[in-house]
C-alpha cells in the first residue's frame, strides 16, 4: 500500500510539473496582411508589454507579423477591413493577467511594406522597442510611448511629406534618428520624465516646424551641420537650454537664428518650452 500511494504522489508531482510546464510555454507565429485590394493604408498598433521591432520592405502584403509569445499570459489580435481603397489594419497586444515581464516572452517582429501611403498610430508601452520606419510612405504618424527604451529611426527618406506628426513620450529613454528623413512638415512632442535624444540629420527639405514641450526630463537636439535654424524658446529658474558648437546669432531675448535664415530654402524652426527640464542643442555633421 505504501508503494501505491508513493507511485500516485510521484505521478501526481510529474503531471502537476508536466501541466506547469505546458501552460508556461511559448508559441511562435507568423500572420500575413494581404490588402485585399486597398491601395492606401491606416494602421493603429497598441502594444502593451515587452519588446517590438518593427522594419519595411518592399512588398504587396500590407503587413508581416512573427510573434514569439507566452499564450497563458500574453492575448493578441489582428484585424483588418477595407473601406473604398482604404485598408484599416489593427494589431494589438496585451496582458492576460499582472505579471513580472522578465518572464514572460511577448516579442513582435511587424514588417510593413513601403508601396501604400500609410496613417500610422502607435501605443507602446513597458517595452525595448527598435523601430525603423525608413522608406514607408507615411502621411501622418500619432506615437504615445510609455516606459519605453529603444530607438526610433527614420533611415531613409519618406517618399511622401509627412503632414501630421505627434509624438508623446511618458517616462522613456529613447533615441529618435534621421529625422529629417521623416520629411515632415509639422512636429509636435511632448516629453515628460524622460531622456530623449532627438536627431535631424537626414535628407532635409523644405520648411519645417517642431513643437517641443519638457517637463521634469532631459532632451538633447542634433541639428546638422549647414542647416538653417531659428531656435524660439526662454528658460525660468527651474530649467535650461544650451548650445553646443552651433553657428547661431541671438536676435532677441528668447530668439536665436542661424545665418541666412530668412533666405534659406530648407530651415527648421524650434520652439521650446521646458518647464524643469533641460534642453541641450548640438550642431552636428
Do not use: W, Y
Given at each position: 500500500m505504501g508503494k501505491l500511494k508513493t507511485t500516485i504522489v510521484a505521478g501526481l508531482f510529474l503531471l502537476l510539473a508536466f501541466g506547469q510546464a505546458f501552460a508556461d510555454r511559448t508559441e511562435e507565429v507568423?500572420?500575413?496582411?494581404?490588402?485585399?485590394?486597398?491601395?492606401?493604408?491606416?494602421?493603429?498598433?497598441?502594444?502593451?508589454a515587452g519588446k517590438l521591432d518593427i522594419v519595411s520592405a518592399d512588398m504587396e502584403e500590407a503587413a508581416k507579423l512573427e510573434i514569439f509569445y507566452s499564450p497563458r499570459y500574453v492575448s493578441y489580435d489582428i484585424d483588418y477591413s477595407t473601406r473604398g481603397n482604404t485598408g484599416r489594419l489593427f494589431l494589438e497586444s496585451d496582458l492576460r493577467r499582472h505579471s513580472d515581464m522578465d518572464d514572460i516572452d511577448n516579442d513582435w517582429e511587424l514588417t510593413l511594406s513601403r508601396r501604400y501611403p500609410v496613417s500610422l498610430e502607435m501605443d507602446?508601452?513597458?517595452?525595448?522597442?527598435?523601430?525603423?520606419?525608413?522608406?514607408?510612405?507615411?502621411?501622418?504618424?500619432?506615437?504615445?510611448?510609455?516606459?519605453?527604451?529603444?530607438?526610433?529611426?527614420?533611415?531613409?527618406?519618406?517618399?511622401?511629406?509627412?503632414?501630421?506628426?505627434?509624438?508623446?513620450?511618458?517616462?522613456?529613454?529613447?533615441?529618435?534618428?534621421?529625422?529629417?528623413?521623416?520629411?515632415?512638415?509639422?512636429?509636435?512632442?511632448?516629453?515628460?520624465?524622460?531622456?530623449?535624444?532627438?536627431?535631424?540629420?537626414?535628407?532635409?527639405?523644405?520648411?519645417?516646424?517642431?513643437?517641443?514641450?519638457?517637463?521634469?526630463?532631459?532632451?538633447?537636439?542634433?541639428?546638422?551641420?549647414?542647416?538653417?535654424?531659428?531656435?524660439?524658446g526662454d528658460e525660468n529658474w527651474f530649467s535650461s537650454f544650451d548650445f553646443h558648437g552651433l553657428d547661431i546669432d541671438q536676435i532677441d531675448d528668447d530668439l536665436w537664428e542661424s545665418p541666412g535664415f530668412d533666405r534659406a530654402e530648407d530651415r527648421l524652426t524650434i520652439m521650446i518650452d521646458v518647464s524643469m527640464g533641460s534642453v541641450d542643442i548640438y550642431e552636428k555633421r
Open positions: 507568423l500572420e500575413v496582411v494581404e490588402t485585399e485590394g486597398a491601395d492606401q493604408l491606416e494602421i493603429e498598433i497598441d502594444f502593451g507602446i508601452g513597458a517595452s525595448e522597442s527598435i523601430i525603423d520606419l525608413g522608406g514607408i510612405p507615411l502621411t501622418r504618424l500619432v506615437m504615445d510611448v510609455g516606459a519605453t527604451s529603444g530607438v526610433i529611426d527614420f533611415s531613409e527618406p519618406n517618399p511622401e511629406r509627412l503632414r501630421d506628426f505627434d509624438l508623446d513620450i511618458g517616462a522613456s529613454s529613447v533615441e529618435i534618428t534621421g529625422l529629417a528623413n521623416a520629411n515632415f512638415e509639422r512636429m509636435d512632442i511632448s516629453s515628460g520624465a524622460a531622456s530623449c535624444e532627438l536627431d535631424f540629420r537626414g535628407d532635409f527639405k523644405g520648411e519645417s516646424e517642431v513643437d517641443l514641450e519638457v517637463g521634469v526630463g532631459s532632451v538633447d537636439i542634433i541639428i546638422p551641420r549647414g542647416l538653417a535654424v531659428r531656435i524660439e
